[in-house]
């Protein structure tokens, strides 16, 4: 585990910050905030080339949901943990009084990568995964770095897991965050990568033919992802973005 400044922080990185000015003073009035980053490499690592996971998340998951029990024998894998940040966590009530992804770069990467013993192996990002709050730190990351491949070469991204969190992401603008981050990504891999969202609960992908009001949805292409539904089947449309209000 690492502490390091969220470059979705820093204008010298990202384009579009997740924060305002204002806001990232209000986050550093007790010095600067950093994050906790962790890294999983499995004893069964060869040497690399790595393929590595990113997964954005929320920060517990590295020990839970079988993360590591899935890597574990695996010869060129190395999973990598972003955290991500929640509304009523305190110091965010105290601070900003909201959410804001949390995204990661190449020298969190191998910073990471040497913390782990691993530094002089040969990497590349091969999945990008969110859970949760973790949407908001994916889109950052694609929609900064998709094109500046010296901050994050994301062009040999195979795929993309969306684990129970569709949502649209008006935060920060211009909004319409995970359209264009699918869009970005897209292009970067040359359309290559496949994109596949897993539904769970009518939280974490909302429809609009059972979604509460307010909730506005809007349908990207037809073929941009699939759907895996783990309800019942039912009517009703299969592929659509969502607001989180």
């Known amino acids: 585990m690492l502490r390091r400044r969220n ?25 600067k ?5 962790k890294i ?16 954005f ?12 029990t899935f890597f574990d024998g695996l010869a060129d894998r190395i999973l990598i943990a972003i955290p991500g940040i929640e509304v009523n966590w305190g110091f965010v009530k105290k601070s900003v009084g909201r959410a804001w992804g949390v995204g990661i770069d190449k020298s969190i990467i191998d910073d990471l990568l040497g913390a782990a013993g691993v530094s002089s192996v040969s990497w590349r990002v ?38 129970d969190a569709l949502y649209r992401g008006d935060q920060p603008s211009p909004g319409a965050n995970t359209e264009r981050a699918l869009a970005a990504l897209e292009t970067a891999t040359a359309s290559a990568v496949s994109v596949a969202v897993y539904e769970v609960t009518t ?15 809007v349908a990207p292409r037809s073929d941009s992802f699939e759907v895996m539904d783990t309800h019942p089947a039912r009517d ?10």
């Open 33 to 37: 905030h950093l994050d906790e980053y």
């Open 40 to 55: 999983f490499v499995p004893p069964s690592f060869g040497g690399g080339p790595a393929k590595i996971s990113l997964l």
């Open 236 to 245: 009703g449309p299969q592929e659509e973005l969502f607001d989180d209000g």
């Open 57 to 68: 998340a929320v920060g517990t998951e590295m020990g839970r949901h079988g993360l590591r």
């Open 126 to 163: 091969d999945v990008l995964a969110c859970y949760s709050t973790g949407y908001r730190g994916l889109n950052g990351t694609i929609n900064n770095f998709a094109r500046k491949t010296g901050t994050l070469d994301l062009t040999h991204v195979s795929t993309l897991a969306v684990y």
């Open 203 to 217: 939280g974490g992908v909302p429809r609009q033919d059972r979604s509460p009001p307010g909730r506005r949805g």
């Open 7 to 31: 470059p979705l922080l820093e204008p010298s990185i990202a384009a579009t910050l997740e924060l305002t000015d204002a806001e990232i003073k209000k986050l550093d009035q007790g010095g």
